[in-house]
């Protein structure tokens, strides 16, 4: 990963920061973005540990147009180039369906689906104007094909992103060799989503059991996943979608 210029959305937290912690370790340059100037500075100070000129932060939200083409304009100036697209911001909670204001769901939807479409229209015109075969990585969820009861609009979000991703990999594939894959993990230790599963007992229990390797996955583990999808050995790889969750999913019956 040395010298590639990554970009991580909600790089300052979670997922996000573990990903872009990998890829910098590994020599990339990265920049994160988050809503949050205060987050993104430490999330600098863990992940960059003096080697701040390979690091570049952008106060962004990713449901605003003209923040996401300044993402692009700061990242080209900061590093002179972009090779690939983590689209990793999102924002969930749990309601049931029935209750979930039309201001709820679109605060879902337009973080989770307008924003990764914004951030992947415009990295992606940036690349087919400067003849770049970069790629994106979209984060999904196994909800994006199963049910996601009591997360109706993430689901559906996901779902779009799903369908974005595999669209994507075949019409910028064909004409430019952009690949466009995806990662749907599983429940994540040490992030967002965690730590909503985990708010009662009981529905951290009921987690833990549903998963048949009986753990939560790490965000290492994800980084390491998304290293190689974006790596050079991936190469082959594009419009998939590869699932981390332990087997939870599959799990439908347990006994
Ligand atoms: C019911 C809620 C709610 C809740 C917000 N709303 N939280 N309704 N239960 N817990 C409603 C509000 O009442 C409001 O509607 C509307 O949603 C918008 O709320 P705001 O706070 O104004 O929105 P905003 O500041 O834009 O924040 C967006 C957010 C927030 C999604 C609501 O949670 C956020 O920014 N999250 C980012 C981090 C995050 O969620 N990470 C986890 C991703 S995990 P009204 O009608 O009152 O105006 C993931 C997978 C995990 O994606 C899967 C397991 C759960």
Redesign the pocket.
């Known amino acids: 990963m040395k010298d590639q210029v990554i970009i991580v959305t909600g790089g300052s937290s979670?997922m996000g920061l573990y990903m872009a912690q990998r890829f910098f370790d590994e020599g990339a340059k990265i920049a994160i973005t988050g809503r949050n100037l205060e987050r993104l500075q430490k999330a600098k100070d863990q992940i960059a540990k003096g080697n701040e000129e390979r690091m570049l932060l952008i106060e962004m939200d990713v449901r605003k147009i003209e923040d996401v083409e300044r993402m692009v304009d700061e990242t080209v100036e900061a590093f002179g180039r972009i090779d690939h697209l983590v689209n990793n911001a999102?924002?969930?909670?749990?309601?049931p369906a029935e209750k979930?204001?039309?201001?709820?769901w679109n605060?879902?939807i337009n973080?989770v689906l307008n924003g990764t479409f914004y951030c992947s229209q415009t990295v992606g015109k940036y690349w087919i104007e400067n003849n770049i075969k970069g790629s994106i990585l979209n984060m999904v969820?196994t909800y994006a094909w199963n049910a996601g009861a009591g997360?109706i609009h993430?689901a559906s979000a996901k779902a779009g992103v799903l369908a974005m991703t595999r669209t994507l990999a075949v019409e910028w594939g064909a004409k430019y060799g952009i690949r466009v894959n995806a990662i749907a993990p599983g429940p994540i230790e040490r992030?967002?989503?965690a730590d909503?599963?985990f708010e009662s007992e009981q529905a951290a229990k009921r987690t833990l059991q549903s998963v048949p390797l009986g753990r939560l996955g790490t965000p290492e583990e994800i980084a390491g996943l998304a290293r190689f999808i974006l790596s050079e050995e991936a190469a082959y790889m594009n419009g998939e979608v590869v699932t981390l969750d332990g087997g939870q999913w599959l799990n439908q019956f347990p006994f």
């Open positions: 979670g999102a924002g969930n909670f749990i309601s979930l204001s039309a201001n709820g605060s879902v973080i969820a997360v993430s992030t967002g989503g909503k599963l």
